[in-house]
């Protein structure tokens, strides 16, 4: 009996210690997955979600809510193009508001985003995954109707990733 119980821990130990874990590049990498378009109630395209997938070797992607100063205020960074007479044009859309009744103040748009800390328990720290962004893309103060995104991903780092494009989409205005 006491043979038998020796050579379970043995056949044990031996299973665990052969497991093999995924082994990722520490720097985080990004895929497009695919954009899909959302429609309103009146067949208008107002906003899309962007799917990535992503790896990390050390699974150090990811900011808490306390992270909001820079270089730790997005991790998740996109780019929003154009088609303008047959060039993609980054865009930087424009928004405002009223600090007091005479007082109007601008800002720049941003699509960027925080994706939280997604770091595993236990010894194998290596992730990957899938990440979802709903944006908008419809941009009323332009009558352009094709468009793409660039994506990419830092980790804590501040290792950046590889830079992604969605392909041209057609946008649906009226």
């Known amino acids: 009996m006491k043979n038998s119980i020796t050579l379970f821990f043995i056949l044990l130990l031996i299973i665990v210690s052969c497991q093999k874990y995924e082994e990722y590049p520490l720097e985080p990498q990004v895929k497009f997955v695919e954009f899909l378009m959302l429609r309103d109630a009146q067949g208008i395209d107002q906003r899309g979600i962007l799917r990535l997938s992503y790896t990390d070797g050390d699974g150090n ?4 809510k306390d992270d909001t100063v820079a270089p730790y205020d997005y991790n998740l960074f996109i780019k929003y193009f ?3 007479n047959g ?9 405002s ?3 007091n009744d005479t007082t109007i103040v601008y800002d720049t748009a941003t699509f960027n985003g925080r994706i939280p800390i997604l770091t595993p328990a236990g010894k194998n720290k290596a992730i990957r995954g899938e990440i979802d ?3 908008f893309v419809n941009n009323p103060l332009s009558n352009f109707d094709t468009i793409k995104f660039e994506a990419y991903i830092v ?3 501040l ?3 590889n ?3 969605t392909p041209p989409m057609l946008v649906k205005k009226r």
Do not use: H, M, P
């Open 159 to 161: 290792n950046k990733s």
């Open 87 to 95: 060039v993609f044009k980054e865009i930087f859309l424009i928004t």
């Open 97 to 99: 508001r009223v600090v």
């Open 82 to 84: 154009e088609l303008q």
């Open 133 to 135: 962004d709903t944006l």
């Open 163 to 165: 830079t992604v494009s």
């Open 61 to 64: 992607i990811g900011l808490t």
């Open 155 to 157: 980790d804590r780092d």
